[in-house]
């Protein structure tokens, strides 16, 4: 969970680049907010914080208690680390990575697909959230 979501805003303000897909939830077009509220249940008093959005079957939001995928849910309280294979395993270069691995407490991996050139401030994000 994160218990300061405007330490999350700032940490993604301060090192966000020329993004196309990925922002911060305030930032969305209220008319793509108003189609994503309608689409995902939120938890009471939940709070979306980043989103990575290209269409219906293709998003991810980073809420304070979860990531919420078109394909899969996690709470952030139970992930224990966060895998760059693209980079560390299959040697592409840092502008071609596309994903990162979610490896829950459980041992089960998830693939969060990014917009490219973004997976710097995703996995800086996601590991600050995992250590506090």
């Known amino acids: 969970m994160i218990q300061n979501v405007n330490i999350i805003k700032a940490k993604f303000k301060r090192i966000k680049k020329d993004f ?3 922002d911060l ?3 969305l077009d209220k008319n793509l907010q108003f189609q994503i509220n309608n689409s995902i249940l939120f ?3 939940e709070i979306p914080v980043l989103v990575y959005y290209i269409s219906n079957n293709n998003y991810w939001i980073l809420t ?3 990531i919420i995928t078109n394909d899969y849910i996690i709470f952030l309280d139970d992930i224990k680390i ?3 294979p693209e980079i560390f395993d299959e040697g592409r270069g840092n502008s071609e990575c596309e994903s990162l691995e979610i490896v829950k407490k459980d041992s089960s991996t998830y693939t969060l697909k990014l917009e ?5 401030v995703i996995f800086n994000i996601l590991n600050f959230i995992i250590r506090h």
């Open 20 to 22: 196309f897909k990925t």
């Open 25 to 27: 939830y305030e930032n």
């Open 43 to 45: 938890l009471e008093n």
């Open 64 to 66: 304070d208690f979860r």
């Open 82 to 84: 966060i895998n760059i």
């Open 116 to 120: 490219r050139l973004t997976w710097y």
